[in-house]
């Protein structure tokens, strides 16, 4: 058997081991499920009629609101999910089980492919049930094209394989998996404070680059033109290169301290 169908099959073993885990345990998904949402229902049910004014150039029409805050809300699941993913891996790296892996004949790296893969297939799962919740409540893209529907699926792929990796880097440099949990916060926190709520031209110009210059605002810039019509202009572009960088430099971390790990 060649060294590819190996790392294969050995990633496959380890993405069904993560994903039974996930399975037996789903108060953490759940728990990190649970913030986007009371997100969406509190900004569209509490703030949605005051929010619409500004969104609609002062015509109060909470549709208009729900159809701009749903992207950023899609996103900011994307930024919560690997937080699960960095406390799975500080457990593995922690509790002795990769100790064990190391007296296996098992692929180097089929541990840490069979994290990223089952986080990325749990963040798309979760999108997905958000997005129901948000359809439910009155989200609709009747002007999205099959093509800018599959754009918009692998723009969620591509923005979750980036933050899972840099997830993965988190939890095998963190102590424990309390501090893992903590450390990944700002995976979560980013989306707070991009353009997920509100036009970033409508901040306070201290704060304005801030939320202008972090990877989720384009990233939400570029989502919402695809399932929206908007003017996505350089978002795209600036979004590929964000989840690109982010992509390599989280590889290299994770797989630099896992090699440490391994020595």
């Known amino acids: 058997m060649s060294s590819l169908s190996l790392a294969v099959r050995d990633s496959s073993t380890m993405l069904r081991r993560n994903l039974l885990h996930a399975r037996r345990y789903p108060s953490l998904t759940l728990n990190i499920l649970l913030m986007p949402i009371v997100l969406l229902l509190l900004f569209v049910y509490v703030f949605g009629d005051v929010m619409s004014v500004g969104i609609g150039g ?24 690997p937080a699960g993913t960095a406390v799975s891996v500080s ?28 986080s990325v297939l749990q963040t798309i799962l979760s999108v997905a049930f958000v997005g129901a919740v948000a ?3 009155g989200f609709r893209s009747t002007d999205a094209t099959v093509l800018e529907w599959l754009a918009a699926f692998g723009l969620v792929t591509l923005v979750a394989l980036a933050f899972t990796w840099i997830a993965v880097g988190t939890g095998i440099a963190s102590p424990h998996p309390e501090a893992a949990s903590n450390n990944a916060l700002p995976l979560m926190i980013l989306p707070l404070i991009s353009s997920a709520f509100v036009p970033v031209e409508a901040m306070p110009g201290w704060f304005r680059p801030i ?19 908007t003017e996505i202009g350089g ?29």
């Open 58 to 81: 002062g015509r109060a029409d909470r549709s208009d609101y729900i159809a701009y805050l749903v992207p950023g809300i899609l996103l900011m699941t994307v930024g919560a999910t």
């Open 91 to 118: 457990m593995d790296m922690t509790e002795g089980i990769v100790a064990r892996f190391r007296t296996m004949a098992i692929h180097r790296g089929s541990v840490l492919i069979g994290h990223v893969v089952g």
């Open 135 to 137: 359809v439910a409540i």
């Open 211 to 229: 939320a202008e210059y972090q990877p989720f605002t384009p990233a939400i810039e570029t989502l919402r033109g695809l399932l929206l019509g």
């Open 235 to 263: 978002s795209g572009w600036l979004t590929v290169a964000w989840c690109v960088g982010l992509t390599g430099i989280g590889y290299r971390w994770s797989t630099s301290l896992y090699g440490r790990e391994l020595k």
